[in-house]
């Protein structure tokens, strides 16, 4: 799968860009705070109808002086033209159109164009809390699987509404009855689900890290849930008079977690910047593996100023692994230093496009096909 090309109207610092990219390696060089990052972030918002970096996009993704954004891209997928258009206005709901035609629901749109973006803020999978390592399990498992996907909305759901309950002090047990049902039944997929995908992660995410760092060292990840011994029903009856003290839903699956380990230590605690650098690289990259095996389609890689706090080796380490274009298809770099990138192209026989990024000006500056006409 490959984006052609990208409309984006009022994104940030964005007033208005529209783009053709190459199917292969695409390049955005600029200093920090110029607008690299929001490219990537919109081509994000057009595969997951949010933002990767904003957490309130109605608000602060549009640009400060505008009333809504737009965003259009023209994919190329499975031999056929997908045509995606996004908008935002202030104050309302999003709307998204595939081919013209508008969503019943925006969970219909996931999976479509799948997508992994590596980003400084990945840093959040190592030092923040579990919200951030369980967000990164739906995310990769929701492309494809919809029977999880159903299950994780109607098990949030649910539990929204046993916490509004627990909130307001409901007593009565037949009130929570239909909720805790919905909740013990779409707990169990969720947890089968989880446990299923990380055995066969792991080897995909161990092989990135060594391929990067080397053989001396070791890592794991092991699945972490109060689900193991008990089923939800089960931590409901033996945790209510907790919840009600604490006043929302202490344990089930949405506490869980995934612990990290460098060796028989803890990656959280122990780990370096650049070794913990290299375990998130390692676990995108394996979240793009994952997702070409399951979906069917070659997502779109997006690697934001991946370089910074990693040794020359690890850096070096990553343009062999990134640079195959047998595993990878299309690509977007960010960078301050345009060595990186020339050293990517050097490396890769394909098409690439190279683009200045200039507070919110994005300008071609070079590709593959210049190259051959000079």
Not at 89 to 112: A, M, P
Not at 315 to 339: A, K, L, M, P
Request: glycine share 6%; proline share 2%; hydrophobic share 35%.
């Amino acid at each position: 799968m490959t984006l052609e090309q990208i409309s984006i109207l009022n994104y940030k610092n964005i007033t208005e860009a529209q783009l053709q990219f190459s199917p292969k390696v695409n390049c955005l060089i600029g200093n920090n705070g110029m607008g690299k990052t929001n490219v990537l972030d919109a081509i994000y918002y057009l595969s997951y109808c949010k933002s990767f970096t904003t957490s309130n996009e109605h608000i602060a993704a549009i640009k400060h002086d505008a009333d809504f954004l737009m965003l259009q891209g023209r994919y190329s997928r499975k031999g056929s033209t997908e045509e995606i258009a996004l908008s935002v206005q202030r104050g309302k709901r999003k709307t998204v159109k595939r081919n013209g035609k508008d969503y019943k629901r925006l969970s219909e749109h996931i999976g479509l164009l799948p997508l992994v973006m590596i980003s400084p803020l990945d840093w959040d999978l190592i030092r923040g809390g579990s919200e951030e390592r369980r967000r990164l399990m739906d995310q990769i498992i929701s492309q494809g699987n919809r029977q999880y996907l159903d299950a994780l909305i109607r098990y949030n759901k649910a539990l929204e509404q046993r916490n509004s309950m627990i909130k307001n002090d409901y007593r009565d047990p037949l009130l929570y009855e239909s909720v805790e049902q919905v909740m013990d039944a779409t707990a169990t997929i969720i947890y089968k689900e989880r446990q299923q995908w990380l055995e066969e992660f792991s080897p995909y995410f161990m092989r990135y890290y060594q391929a990067i760092a080397g053989d001396a060292e070791q890592v794991r990840l092991s699945y972490k849930s109060h689900l193991g011994e008990l089923s939800m029903q089960q931590i409901f009856n033996a945790n209510r008079d907790r919840d009600h003290i604490m006043g929302y839903t202490t344990r089930g699956v949405h506490r869980d977690d995934i612990d990290l380990w460098l060796g028989s230590h803890s990656m959280r605690k122990t780990g370096s910047q650049g070794q913990c650098k290299t375990y998130t690289i390692a676990l995108r990259l394996a979240q793009f593996e994952f997702l070409k095996k399951y979906t069917g389609t070659t997502p779109i890689l997006l690697l934001d100023d991946i370089f910074d706090k990693l040794d020359e080796q690890r850096v070096v380490s990553i343009i062999n692994v990134v640079s195959n274009s047998q595993d990878f298809g299309q690509i977007f770099i960010t960078d301050t230093n345009r060595t990186h990138l020339d050293e990517i192209i050097s490396m890769m026989s394909g098409d690439y496009a190279m683009f200045m990024v200039e507070n919110g000006n994005i300008t071609p500056i070079a590709s593959r096909q210049e190259e051959a006409n000079q």
